[in-house]
Structure formats: C-alpha cells, structure tokens
C-alpha cells in the first residue's frame, strides 16, 4: 500500500508534460481593456464597421457587469485570486502575417511545435484525413483540406475569413446561442475575441472527415478569447473536434472563448474536447484559468447535438456545455471526464434545456480527484411547461484517488412538466485495495493497476470520443496518471 | 396585546430590530443575563444577515421576502381562553397511548396537557418555565447548535424567543409512550408566531416525539420555528413531525440536531398542507459510530410550495446517514428537495446515502431538486439518486383490466409512491393515521 500511495503522490505532483515555449516573433497590443483597445483590435483584423459595432455593445455590457461587483460569477466551488483585466493584452498574433497556401510556407518552428504535441501537419494531411485549422495564440495561420471541404459546400475556415467572405451567415448566427449579455465571460469574449473557427455544413451534406483545430496559447501574458461558431444545415452531419496543450507559464493566463452550434432540422453535431492547458505547479501557482461558455441548440426536429470532452488541464476549469432542445424529438448528449490533480480546481457539467416535445438528454460525468484538487460536477436539468415526454437520464460518479482532495456533485432538477422522466444518480468511490490486490495476484503493478482501473472507470466516455481522438485521449490520461515515475 | 404592528414604510429587517427595541423585556426570561446577552446578538446577526435576496442561492426557488411583507403582529397574549380541549382533541393520534403536551400560539399550556404519567427525571415544559427551572440545562444547551450567526430565521427566532417545548430525558432514561407536542394558533390578527424548541437526551436516553401544530383561525399566520435537539451517546431520538396547515398558515422550521457517540436520530417530516412551508434540517454527527436517518413525505395541491433542505455534516469517521424523501405535486404546486452531505476530510469511512423521488401530477406543478454531494475525505461511500417522473401508463393500464377504475386505480398507485416513506414510521398507530390521511387525500 506504501509503494501505492507513492505512486499516487507522484501523479499528484507530477510536472506538465508538454510545457515549453514556442519562439516565434508575436504582434502584441499593450495591457489593458478600454474602447481604445477593442477598436484596435477590429482595425488590425480590417473588421466591417457592424462587428466594431457589436464588440463595443458587448463591451458596454461587460463594464457594467464589471461595475457591479455582486454581478461577477462567484457561485461556482472555485477559489482564485480576482483577475485584473487591465493587466491582460487581449490581442497577439504571430508577426510575419501573411496567408499560406501551403504548409512550406509556414515558419517551420511552429510546425514543430506540433510535431512534439504528437500532431504532424503533414502527416495527418496525408494520412489521416483530417483537416486543421490550426490555431497559435490568435490568428489561424494554415487550413487543411479546405478544397475538398469546398466541393461539397463546406465552409470551414477562421472566423476572420468568415467574416471576410461570409459576413450574412456570421451575422445570422453569431450570438444567437450565446448572446454578449449571456454571462461576464461571455460578454468578454464578445468584445475582444481575436479569432476562432467558423464551420457551415450545408443541407444534407455528411461531412467526409472529422474537422478538427488545435488551438495553443503561446505568448506570456496574453489570454486568449476564440469564438467558434458551428452551423450543421438541415439533415446534415459533422463530428468537430477541438484539442489544446499549451507551454509551460509563470503568471495565471485567462481564457475565455465562446462556442455556439446551431442544429437545424435532422442535423448531428459532435463535438469532442481535449483540454490540457498547463495546470499549474505544484503549489498551484501558474495555470491557466479557463471560463468557457459552450452551448448548442437544437433548433429543428430530430436534432441532436453531443458534447464528448475531456479535461485535465487548467488550474481553474468553468465550464458547461450545455444543449437547448427546442425542436421535437431532439437529442442532446453531455459526456465529461475530468482529472483534477495538485492544486487544480475544476467546476464543470452541462445544461439541458427541454422546450420541444419528445426530446431526450443523456449526462454521464466521470470525475476523478488526486492531490489536493477539487472537482466539481454542476449541471441542470430543466423542463419547460410545455415540453411533454422530456426524457432525461444523468449520472455522475466521482473516483478519489487520495485523501486531501475533494469530489462534489451540484445536480439541478427543474421539472415543470408531468410528463417529463428524470433520473439522475451519483456516486462516489475510491480505488478499492481489493482491486490492486486483484491485480497484483496478476502479476499487474500498483500502477498498472491504477491506471487499468481509472481507464476502465473512464471507459464508456473515451468510448464516445473519434478514433483517433480517443487515441490521444488515453495516451494523455496515462501520461497525467504516470506523471514522473514513467 | 397586539403590540408593534409593524408599519409599512421601513426597511423590512428594521421593522424586526425596532419591533425588538420596544419590548426586549416581554422575551423569554428578561431577568436572566445569559439569555438577554444571547438574544441581543441574535438581533445584530439579523441585521446584518438581513431577510434572503431573490437570489440568494439557499432560497433559489422560494421567495419568502414576498411573505414577510404582510403586517404580522409579533407579539400577542400568552395563551388564549377560546382554545378548547376538542381542539386538541382533534390532534391526537386514535389509538396512540402519548404524554401531550399543548402550546397556544407558541405558549405552554399546562392546563390542556397531559403530562401526568411521565419517567422519573424526565421533563416536558414550556421553554420559558424551564428558564427558571432547569437554567443549567438551558445555559448548556440552549443556542448551542442552532446558527443565529449564520442562519437569518434562527437569529430571528432567537433575538425574539418567548416559549416553546422543553423535552429532557436524563442519563439512562427511556420514555416509552411517545411525546406528542401540540402547537395551536388562535391569533385574532395576522401573526408571526416563533416558537424555539429545546430537546435534551443524555446519554443512553430513548425518547419518541411526535410535533403537529394547527392554525384554528382563519388570519394569515407565519410561523419561524427552531428546534434544537441534543442526542448524547448512544440515546436514540424519534422525531416525527406532521404539517397539515390550512392555506393561511406559512411556516420556516429549522431543525439543529447535535449527535454524540453512537447515537441514533431519527426524523421524519410529513407535509399535507400549508401555504409556504420551508423546512431547514441540519444534523452533525460529532462523533463516531452515529446514524442519522431523514425521511420526508409532501403531498402538495393547490399553490402550495414545499422547499425542504437537509444537510448531513459527516465531521467525524465511522458515521452512517440516510436520506428518503418523496413528493407528489398537484395542481399549482410547487416541490423542493435540496439535499447536502458534506463529508469533511476526517469522516474517513462514512456511507452517507440520499434518495429523492417525486411524482408531478399537472403541467402547472413543478419539481426542483438539488441532492448535492460535497465530499473531501476518500474512503466513503456516498450515492445519491433522484427521479421525477409521472404514474406509469402500463401499470394503469394493467390495473384497470382487473376492473379499477381509472380513479381507483390512480389513487393505489399514490398511496403505495408515499406509503415507502409511511413504512419507516415505527409507531403503530401514527403509521396507520397517516396511511388514512394519505389515503383520504386521493380517494376522492
């Protein structure tokens, strides 16, 4: 049990693996946040007077909630120092600026940077199939694919070019899910978000390859505000992934993106998630803080949108991504595993909102705790009056893999429906030293065993993740598990 | 006596602490320095706490600010001549040999009780008798475990605390006829009654108690009751309590429960009727070995709303707690569960379990539940489950092949959703009353 308990304490303190900093020169704005700033902003990114317009609303909107201190978010199970948003340049992108056609042309220290993330460009150009927006600090610097995608009418591009050459749908949909009075987070996003991705699938289209962005953030002292925006056309089909390491940082760096996704009649999103953002050191200095406002709506029938995500980076994690089930017999899926270690604090879970009749929602959260981190599932289930047969099922198990951290469980049911059918359940366990011991007659080691069990803990949701996401996905929860003894 | 009818254009809270100011002395026991000191800092935390914003996380789905604008009288005669022993008779249990006690408007009335027969030692009184009568007990238990620091009822209750029930059971002393308290209100005017209950077990004591209370008259009542209870080691509490009001009659119970080593709480509270009843529970098994169970049934109609919150506080290892709470919500109404187990980090070995089921009858009626787990220690084992749903068609259906009609067969399916709950309930005869009381409520 010895040899166990300092295994466990050296995954709880186990340093970041990916953590270093990438070398390219950055265009970077002075700190701060004023009208000044938003406009430069817009002016460097050659934005049309009606976005310029939009930002200063949403930022009008921000400065009274930060006005109002009552009005700062404070009710989640997080416990952080106050962010000074003046301290923050909220704009960097990489300096040589210019758009490439192909990836010769990109500054070749960047694409090693992917290479060491375990994400050739090239090779996944050739091999994989998948396209990708790759996203360093702000600006998207090389697509993929893009012609293949655009013989079949699929845009998928940076939200800059959708702008650019798509401005009738980016003001169609943009805050139509998350509108800039949303939340704080969210009207700061809305008022200097620098770039994201923006991906339309026509009618009746099934995208061909998974779409997929990695987004890093790169430059000390710059948060980083993505906006993406995912509009699935009726009957059409699209499985989007998003992935992020980010290097190694002294100072607390704030993220606050924004993601909409809007499901018309018959149409699938899912969305898949790998967050792994420095969390940290050991005495929870450093980190990132991550404030991210996810939601998609099932706007026409037989909808459905899934989220699949797993977390173990950020020192804070706020986050839930949520699905408005307004069309009938619309589907939402909420899918989360989370690893909280050291001093890492996460609240995270999902919102299903039912409006439409015969819609359905399926939570399952896995959250497992080491070190003296704390982890939080918070979710709502809510049923409108005239949502009849809403069904909803929800569990949330929670694993602690030591005895100084914490694993809470927030569950909000609102039914205002008698024809509604809700469950949910929640439990909480450890690894049982019966199971190592089972293990160890096998000849398997205590960390093995470890790993075996949180894997098989974890199993159904990394289940639910793309091939070769859930590839990555179980690497990366090995190696968080392994941490330094390898 | 009706003093202080609050007036309308202050803040609300100041209206309390002035009300307070004007008749410090009429309180419970003005000579005794203790309680003076006690209830004058009672009323700096309710000044300070003030009444729960809207959004005030605690008070989420209940807004009680709506209720506590009405003109309530805050204090009124001790006790009232037109309360009859048929009133009273009325609230007994049939076939329930029991010690009874009986309070009007918050005051003990020797007169309508009947508290001849009990154990040697034990006591059941007014609070404010036992103030001069059992000082030492009250100074060592009184405001003990209830949070007036915290808590914005309990610190009202307590700045402005007159009578309520005093039960003690000393060392080693079994009560085998349970203790039925009778609360009565008979208030000419709009009253705010606040009643603060006092119940000591010491150790290896056994005690049974059974709380009702009535409104007989047709005035607007609100009721801002606090109840502490002492569980020494290894004494076991029974505690049932029934809230059948009338729609004038809104209630905020609070309930502080402190469990010594390997003692056994028990409460159970049954709600039929009212028109905001939100009932507090708090327990802290403070030692090892404890078992705490919480049962709750609410059968909710017209507008009425029942908010019921519990917080299991597991600070010590080797503790077991028990949570089963169920609902049915018709018409208008509106059902709360918020259920907390907190699992401190020392509270190794704990198997803390929570339940939450409800049945919503209309589309007006609406459910929230909240069971929350908030867990620091690794070695528990803690679950919690909660369902909303509605009768199942097929199990209609099924009975009314046998013949039932759809009435019929509806009210069997009720009466066996609550009679779960009703199993939990020891006492023979309280069982089979409310099985009667839930029955009647859904054979029309």
Request: proline letters at 3%; charged letters at 25%; aromatic letters at 10%.
């Amino acid at each position: 049990m010895n040899t166990d308990t300092q295994y466990l304490h050296d995954v709880a303190d186990s340093d970041y693996e990916h953590g270093w900093v990438t070398e390219i020169e950055a265009d970077t704005i002075p700190k701060g946040l004023n009208e000044g700033i938003i406009r430069l902003i817009s002016s460097k990114k050659d934005e049309p007077e009606w976005l310029l317009a939009w930002r200063l609303r949403a930022f009008r909107h921000w400065q009274s909630l930060a006005a109002e201190t009552d009005k700062y978010p404070r009710w989640a199970h997080l416990d952080y120092p106050d962010i000074d948003y003046q301290d923050i340049s909220y704009y960097s992108a990489p300096s040589s600026k210019p758009k490439y056609e192909s990836l010769d042309e990109v500054d070749p220290e960047l694409l090693r940077t992917f290479e060491r993330l375990g994400i050739p460009l090239e090779e996944q150009k050739r091999l994989t199939g998948v396209a990708v927006d790759a996203v360093i600090d702000s600006v998207s610097v090389g697509t993929t694919f893009k012609e293949e995608l655009a013989r079949q009418g699929i845009i998928f591009c940076s939200f800059s070019e959708a702008v650019e050459h798509h401005p009738e749908l980016v003001k169609k949909y943009m805050g139509s899910v998350v509108p800039y009075t949303d939340n704080f987070y969210a009207a700061l996003n809305s008022a200097v978000f620098s770039d994201g991705s923006f991906c339309y699938i026509p009618k009746g289209v099934r995208c061909p390859m998974e779409l997929s962005t990695y987004f890093r953030i790169n430059e000390a002292g710059t948060g980083q505000f993505e906006r993406t925006l995912i509009v699935a056309d009726e009957g059409s089909y699209v499985s989007y992934l998003e992935g992020c390491t980010a290097p190694q940082r002294d100072e607390n760096q704030l993220h606050a993106a924004v993601v909409e996704i809007i499901a018309h009649k018959d149409a699938e999103v899912k969305y898949s998630t790998i967050q792994n953002w420095y969390p940290g050191n050991a005495e929870g200095k450093g980190g990132v803080f991550n404030f991210v406002t996810k939601r998609g709506i099932c706007d026409g029938d037989r909808s459905k949108i899934s989220w699949t995500q797993l977390e173990t980076g950020s020192s804070i994690t706020w986050k839930y991504p949520s699905v408005i089930l307004k069309g009938n017999d619309s589907i939402g899926e909420f899918y989360s595993v989370a690893f909280t270690k050291g001093r890492q604090q996460a609240d995270t879970g999902t919102k299903m909102i039912h409006i439409g009749n015969n819609t359905s929602s399926t939570i399952i959260s896995k959250g497992i705790s080491a070190g003296r981190s704390n982890n939080s599932y918070r979710g709502l289930v809510k049923v409108n009056k005239g949502a009849k047969n809403a069904r909803n099922f929800s569990q949330c198990d929670s694993m602690l893999l030591g005895d100084r951290c914490g694993a809470h469980t927030f569950p909000y049911l609102e039914i205002n429906n008698p024809t509604a059918q809700v469950e949910h359940e929640a439990t909480t366990s450890k690894v049982g030293e019966d199971q190592i011991f089972y293990c160890n007659q096998r000849g398997i080691s205590e960390q093995d065993a470890i790993k075996l069990i949180v894997s098989g803990f974890c199993q159904e949701i990394l289940a639910m993740l793309p091939m070769e996401f859930a590839v990555e996905a179980r690497k990366l929860l090995a190696i968080e598990l392994e941490g330094s003894v390898g | 006596m009706p003093a202080a009818l609050i007036d309308k254009d202050t803040r609300l809270e100041d209206r309390f602490v002035s009300a307070f100011e004007m008749q410090e002395g009429l309180s419970l026991n003005g000579s005794n320095d203790g309680l003076r000191r006690l209830r004058k800092e009672a009323i700096g935390h309710f000044a300070t706490l003030g009444f729960p914003a809207r959004k005030t996380e605690a008070w989420k789905y209940t807004n009680i600010g709506k209720l506590l604008k009405r003109p309530y009288a805050l204090t009124f005669g001790p006790s009232d001549d037109s309360v009859s022993a048929s009133d009273v008779e009325a609230l007994l249990i049939p076939d329930l040999e029991a010690h009874v006690a009986v309070f009007v408007n918050g005051h003990f009335n020797a007169a309508l009780s009947r508290l001849d027969d009990l154990p040697e030692g034990v006591v059941v009184t007014g609070l404010a008798e036992a103030a001069e009568t059992h000082t030492a007990l009250l100074d060592a238990h009184l405001a003990r475990y209830a949070d007036s620091e915290g808590e914005v009822f309990t610190a009202l209750n307590t700045a402005f605390t007159k009578d309520g029930a005093f039960v003690y059971v000393p060392r080693n002393a079994v009560v085998e006829k349970p203790v039925q308290l009778i609360n009565l209100m008979t208030t000419a005017e709009d009253a705010l009654v606040q009643p603060r209950n006092l119940i000591v077990a010491e150790e290896n004591a056994q005690v049974r108690l059974i709380q009702s209370s009535r409104a007989t008259t047709e005035v607007k009542t609100f009721v801002n009751a606090v109840s502490e209870v002492f569980v020494g080691d290894h004494a076991h509490v029974d505690r049932y309590e029934i809230q059948d009001e009338g729609t004038t009659t809104s209630m905020v119970t609070t309930l502080n429960v402190y469990q010594q080593a390997s003692s056994v709480f028990r409460n159970s509270t049954f709600t039929f009727g009212g028109e905001v009843i939100r009932n507090n529970i708090t327990v802290l098994p403070d030692a090892e070995q404890c078992e705490t169970h919480l049962y709750g049934l609410f059968l909710a109609d017209g507008t009425m709303h029942v908010d019921n919150h519990t917080l299991v506080d597991h600070a010590m290892p080797n503790c077991f707690s028990n949570e089963f709470y169920k609902g049915i919500l018709d018409g208008r109404a509106t059902g709360i569960f918020n259920g907390k187990v907190l699992v401190r980090q020392d509270a190794q070995q704990t198997n803390a379990y929570q339940s939450n089921k409800s049945i919503v009858l209309t589309d007006t009626a609406s459910m929230y539940a909240k069971p929350e787990l908030e867990i620091y220690a690794d070695d528990v084992k803690c679950s919690h489950g909660a369902t909303t749903g509605q009768l199942d068609e097929e199990a209609i259906f099924y009975l009314r092949t046998r013949g039932l009609t759809l009435q019929r067969a509806r009210a069997l399916m009720l009466v066996s959703f609550a009679r779960a709950v009703l199993d939990n309930v020891t006492l023979e005869p309280l069982q089979e009353a409310l099985d009667a009381m839930v029955t009647a409520r859904f054979s029309d």
